[in-house]
């Protein structure tokens, strides 16, 4: 069994085989940091940060560069986002970008995403920028007028092979307004000349100015990650003219494959329309988790492939978050009855139930990442699970723990959506139970108000205890 991808270049699954055995550089383009993300970018980045965590499970050493855009992604009206958002705001635009970059961070550590090894911003990668395109005036693939430079499509015969786009195709239309400088409506801006009065602006060889949005990602991709990457990830909106640009102008440049496999995710929709900052249909990931548990939210993007469309709906997310109760309350159940398990083996056929659920599971991954089919796995399990332990008196030690580990390495470690509160946290278990244990030693020497007193304060701490004939059971918020 071996790992296929579906690679946007050639439309099809292929076997996933990294140029560097063992390693993988991998590059997906990072949010525009002009505004607080939505759940269109939890997808996002969700599915990628599943992607790594698989190919880290199966032993590859990822090097994972996700950039900051900071400068140069540009509105339909030709303004800046990051000098918009910062006129809105009335601050400087590297306050802006602070701003909604510590906002962005803050949201992916809530949805438990694993930050990048590096994350790059544009407006900090400026020479290697203009390095590029000093390289692709050099080898003749880029022209300057006025002090802008433009990358001329035709002199690249492989424009148009990731979109399925023919330059042909793009001849002066009403909707696209030609801008005379461009030898072909086409050919698109390496480098712009800054206008008086646009604030963010750099000296280069053509005068002050600024990179075009899809030089970064050329760039800096290819400063941490070398000339060839093995996977580039981004939404497919991106595919056209982002990616087509970033592939044509890095292989101008060096004359190598820039990327060995394109990974592309779907969008999210509200109503059928895609949900976006520019239609105003979004909901923010922050307000999303005012109203929902972050592994809910996890779970209910990882419930649909990252190549579909996921539907952003209220009950949708509410079945998400009755799926993941059934998950949880198994694996919870499995930690609480832990504490009064046997020591003897586990039966030969929860062994093989719980290997054919690993099986089943790393199958569905290894299928193009099928988180889907991967997470209707653990909704199996879980089912086995609850009928194992309501069928016995003193559950086997061996299975228990053999149980955890199943669910850690699948629900934890691959999907990220075991429950990751400080709260719900394994290793807190033994503490809670020591505490348990005191308090029981203190009813039985009749000191029932230090007894109280414990059980009102772990009720704060959102710890419910519960006195049974047997014992005291303990449950978390
Ligand atoms: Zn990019």
Redo the contacts with the bound molecule.
């Keep these: 069994m071996s790992l296929r991808v579906y690679n946007t270049l050639t439309r099809s699954l292929e076997e996933f085989r990294p140029l560097t055995e063992g390693r993988v550089g991998m590059?997906v383009?990072?949010p525009t940091v002009y505004d607080h993300a939505h759940i269109g970018h939890a997808k996002s980045y969700i599915s990628f940060d599943v992607i790594v965590r698989y190919l880290r499970y199966l032993g590859y050493r990822v090097r994972y560069v996700q950039?900051i855009?900071d400068v140069g992604h540009l509105l339909e009206t030709g303004e800046d986002r990051i000098l918009v958002g910062a006129a809105r705001e009335r601050v400087e635009p590297m306050e802006l970008v602070e701003k909604y970059m510590r906002s962005y961070f803050e949201d992916m550590d809530a949805l438990n995403v694993v930050r990048p090894n590096i994350s790059p911003r544009a407006s900090g990668h400026i020479p290697e920028q203009i390095e590029l395109v000093i390289r692709l005036l050099e080898r003749g693939y880029a022209y300057e007028v006025n002090g802008s430079v433009y990358f001329e499509v035709s002199k690249f015969k492989d424009y148009g092979k990731l979109s399925g786009r023919r330059v042909e195709d793009q001849e002066p239309g009403a909707r696209v307004e030609v801008n005379p400088e461009k030898r072909h409506p086409a050919d698109f801006a390496l480098w712009k000349r800054a206008e008086p009065g646009h604030i963010m602006r750099w000296r280069s060889p053509w005068g002050w100015g600024y990179p075009g949005?899809?030089t970064?990602?050329s760039a800096m991709a290819m400063k941490y990650l070398g000339e060839t990457l093995d996977i580039h990830g981004?939404g497919m909106e991106?595919i056209f003219p982002?990616?087509e640009c970033?592939k044509a102008q890095s292989e101008a440049a060096t004359g190598k494959p820039f990327v060995r496999y394109w990974l592309h995710n779907n969008m999210v929709l509200v109503n059928g329309t895609k949900m976006s900052k520019s239609l105003g249909n979004y909901t923010t990931i922050k307000q999303a988790l005012e109203r929902y548990r972050p592994e809910q939210i996890r779970l209910f993007i990882l419930m649909s492939h990252y190549r579909s469309e996921l539907d952003f709906s209220e009950e949708a997310i509410v079945a998400a978050g009755q799926g993941l109760n059934r998950l949880h309350g198994a694996y919870r159940k499995l930690l609480q009855r832990s504490r009064h398990a046997a020591e003897k083996p586990m039966s030969d056929s929860l062994r093989a139930m719980g290997e054919e659920a690993k099986r089943r599971f790393l199958q569905a991954m290894d299928d193009d990442f099928g988180t889907p089919q991967a997470v209707a796995v653990l909704f199996d399990l879980s089912r086995e699970v609850h009928s194992y332990l309501d069928g016995v008196d003193a559950p086997s030690m061996e299975a228990i723990s053999y149980l955890l580990g199943l669910y850690e390495e699948l629900a934890g470690q691959i999907l990220g959506i075991l429950p990751f509160s400080r709260s719900e946290s394994r290793e807190l278990a033994p503490f809670i139970d020591l505490i348990v244990e005191v308090r029981a030693e203190l009813r039985r020497n009749r000191q029932f108000e230090l007894a109280d007193r414990i059980r009102r304060r772990l009720g704060e701490l959102g710890v419910s205890l519960r006195d049974t004939p047997e014992g005291t059971e303990w449950e978390m918020a």
Excluded: F, L, V
């Design positions: 590059y383009c990072g950039n855009t949005w899809h970064e990602c981004g991106n982002h990616h970033e």
